[in-house]
């Protein structure tokens, strides 16, 4: 029995074959670092921004009530237990802007907000060593003064932090667009190929969030609300997972292998 001449051979040669491989694990790891730049920037642009607001709101919430009892409009005790008291608030209302990573990572630091009475604990034993009921008039005025103080200031290390993932976030945002530029312009067809890039896009980062949004919930089954890690690598997987399966699922309903 004769072996078939190269010309009446069907199918790629083993070296085509090979090439098609490597290209389409090329395209692969192109597609994921696409989905996981995005998913970076939908999180910590947004975050940056949220952190900015945050701290603009608490010191111009403190600056008002800090006038409001040099006017005498409000004693000293008064205007400290309603700035303590609108931080907490303002602090509550930027988590619940902020994303699955950049919330654990704030309960990580600080499960929730210090309330009044821990302060004046903290800062009597802190300035004069005493109970909270053991300070003199003068000694309780001076907790006030620095719970108003404080009050206005926020974790410098944090919010360079957020500024500095906030900048990441627009070069991967910008990365993830250059890739997929890339890959709907060096595509046969086209239309085809960006249609497959937003399937992929959009099933990344819902996968990508939905299992953040699980991992830091505070009755989650995987992380808990404080491990920021953990979320960190449970929205990475989602991300991957989902932008797996639309692929998978994109090639198995148009039948094609290439764009």
Known sequence: MTEPSS??????????AADRTGARALDSALEQLEVQAAAFAARFIPDAATRAEYRRAVVSAVDDIRHEVDRGQISLEQGATRAATLRNQIMEWARARTSDVGLAMA?????????????VARYALRKFGKTAAE???????????????????????VDA????????????AALSLGIMVYEVFSAKNKVRAAGHQAA???????????????ATAPAGLVCGPAAPFCVGVSALAGGVLFSLAADFAWRRATGNDDD
């Open 7 to 16: 010309a009446t051979r069907t199918g790629p040669s083993p070296g085509q």
């Open 107 to 119: 309960r990580e630091l600080k499960a929730e907000g210090v309330s009044f009475e821990e302060l």
């Open 161 to 172: 932090l957020l500024r500095g993932l906030g900048a990441a976030g627009r070069g991967l």
């Open 200 to 214: 992929l896009l959009g099933a990344g980062l819902a996968g990508s969030f939905i299992a953040g949004a699980e």
């Open 135 to 157: 300070l003199t008039l003068d000694e309780r005025n001076a907790v006030m003064r620095t719970i108003l103080l404080k009050a206005a200031r926020t974790n410098p290390e």
